[in-house]
Each structure stands twice: as structure tokens, then as C-alpha cells.
């Protein structure tokens, strides 16, 4: 479809499969190449599922590069619901997006 456009990223890792500072480094570079994509949400970001821990990672122009920005991780089962929370302000921002 014409109208497709990435929105988020979602990685989901088992606390014992990659160390945090590994796993970062992987959703930096999915995020890093997700940039170019000429489909993508003007707010992307991604979202680093490890355990019960979600941290969220954004690029954001700094004149002619891309600068990372790491919010701090929380955890998801706290109340707030603060995760799905997030990935509803997206759902709500693109909704009918033409």
C-alpha cells in the first residue's frame, strides 16, 4: 500500500540474551537505518524491551547528523501503564494519516 508508513520500533529482548549496552546498540542502528526511510513517522522512535524494563531511543537532527537521545528505562508494570500509554499517542497522531 501507498500509504504505509513506519511508526515505531518495538525490540524485544530476555534479560539473559544480550547485554543492555548490546542491545542498545542494535535498536541505535535499526533506528539509525529506519531514518532514511522516506515513510517514517516525523517522531519515530524505538522502544527496548528487556524483561520487564522499556527504554525508549530517539534520533533527532542536529544540523547536518543525527543525534541519539536515551530516555531513562522504566518499568512497564508500573502503574501509569506508561508504555502503552506511548504507543497510543502514536496510534492516535497517525490515525487516518493520509
Not at 544480550?18 to 535498536?27: K, M, N, Y
Request: aromatic share 8%; glycine share 2%.
Amino acid at each position: 500500500m501507498q500509504n504505509d508508513r513506519l511508526l515505531s520500533i518495538v525490540e524485544i529482548k530476555r534479560n539473559e540474551d544480550v547485554s543492555q549496552t548490546r542491545a542498545i546498540e542494535q535498536v541505535i542502528k535499526y533506528l539509525a537505518r529506519a531514518m532514511e526511510h522516506p515513510q517514517r513517522d516525523s517522531n519515530l522512535c524505538a522502544y527496548l524491551v528487556m524483561g520487564r524494563m522499556v527504554r525508549r531511543i530517539r534520533m533527532v537532527r542536529v544540523v547536518d547528523r543525527w543525534s541519539v537521545i536515551e530516555e531513562p528505562a522504566f518499568d512497564m508494570f508500573a502503574d501509569g501503564d506508561r508504555f502503552t500509554l506511548q504507543l497510543c499517542e502514536i496510534a492516535v497522531r497517525n490515525w487516518n494519516t493520509q
